[in-house]
């Protein structure tokens, strides 16, 4: 059984955000504009990207 995944990437700048959502970002393991992570598909990291989904773009 292979483990979930989710491609996420910060599209928006965390510029003039809540100082959470700054760090909501970096705890996606977001690093800078255009950056794409690919992290495990849990309740977790869901509620996280459900948080800042204004700043990301997320795939399947």
Request: net charge positive; proline share 2%.
């Amino acid at each position: 059984m292979t483990e979930k995944t989710i491609k996420v990437t910060l599209v928006k700048s965390v510029i003039g955000t809540k100082q959470s959502h700054r760090a909501t970002v970096r705890g996606l393991g977001l690093r800078r504009l255009n950056h794409t992570v690919e992290i495990q598909d849990t309740p977790e990291v869901r509620g996280m990207v459900n948080k800042v989904s204004y700043l990301l773009k997320c795939e399947g």
